[in-house]
């Protein structure tokens, strides 16, 4: 049996149900019913990989939910949902995310068309509009037995991670990890290479992981964006960041000795 998903957002906090005293799970279906006329909005619809579909809705909620469900941010709903509920709960937040924000022209301000799953169009002057994805390059840099670990000013709590950015205009993803490191530490790299991706749908991104080598330089870093930047070796390691990100995915292949 093809499961049917419900993810229906308030603001950026989805709502999920308490299954048990411990459980949190997605609406089921007659929940998600139960909950149809709070909805604002597009309903979309998208069809999973594994068979089976999914519904994303934005629903205004006036006072409180109903007995039952809980509100939770998607990052923090990892801990508790299947890992592929949590991978399409981050695709069905960028379609309503993508929603709400082109519902006018940005060329010549026209209210636009929905017309597909995931293409809107401006009935004045043609303008077409699809889901935006950020690109942005992560890097686990390798000195001898020792890697590279930072802290970002903007990380949320005490955690250390890893050398990331946005891709720039015309650049290719490994010049956007060369430059990333360079400019946030001042360290020159070699020996680029791909590990993995990952969508990262706070709001729309898409990770892309990378390893690389240290060449030369002195760590000097840029302020306005990390407070630290060291080599940690394996057995003296700082908090690490959260098992859902690629971050953690790199340390912990370089942990195991994975990385060649
Ligand atoms: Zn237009």
């Known amino acids: 049996m093809h499961d049917t998903l419900w993810f229906l957002f308030h603001n950026d906090k989805l709502i999920l149900c308490q299954a048990s005293e411990e459980r949190l799970a997605l609406p089921s279906v007659q929940q998600a019913e139960m ?3 709070l909805v604002v909005g597009t309903i979309h619809r998208f069809a999973l990989l594994e068979g089976g579909e999914a519904y994303a809705a934005a629903v205004q909620l006036d006072n409180t939910l109903p007995e039952g469900f809980v509100l939770m941010g998607l990052r923090d709903a990892y801990d508790y949902l299947p890992y592929l ?3 399409y709960g981050g695709r069905a937040y960028e379609l309503l995310y993508w929603d709400s924000h082109t519902r006018f022209c940005p060329v010549c301000g026209s209210p636009t068309q929905h017309l597909e799953a995931i293409m809107k169009k401006c009935p ?3 303008h077409e509009l699809y889901p935006p994805i950020a690109t942005a390059t992560i890097v686990l840099v390798r000195r001898g037995d020792e890697a590279l670990l930072v802290r970002a000013r903007n990380f949320r709590g005490s955690h250390y991670g890893l050398v ?3 891709l720039e205009p015309g650049e290719t993803l490994e010049e956007c990890v060369a ?3 360079m400019e946030e530490t001042g360290l020159r790299i070699c020996n680029i290479r791909y ?3 990952q969508p990262w749908p706070y709001p729309c991104g898409l990770m892309i992981g990378f390893t ?4 030369s330089g002195e760590i000097a870093i840029q302020a306005e964006e990390l407070s630290t930047a060291a080599f940690f070796r394996r057995d ?3 908090e690490l960041p959260r098992k859902l990100s690629i971050a953690r995915q790199l340390i912990e292949a370089w942990k195991r000795g994975d990385i060649a």
């Open 85 to 87: 509920h949590y991978k």
């Open 164 to 166: 990331a950015g946005f």
């Open 212 to 215: 690389a080598d240290y060449e």
């Open 179 to 181: 430059r990333e490191v």
């Open 35 to 37: 909950l149809k006329s």
């Open 236 to 238: 003296n390691l700082p």
């Open 124 to 126: 004045s002057c043609k």
């Open 195 to 197: 590990f993995g991706n």
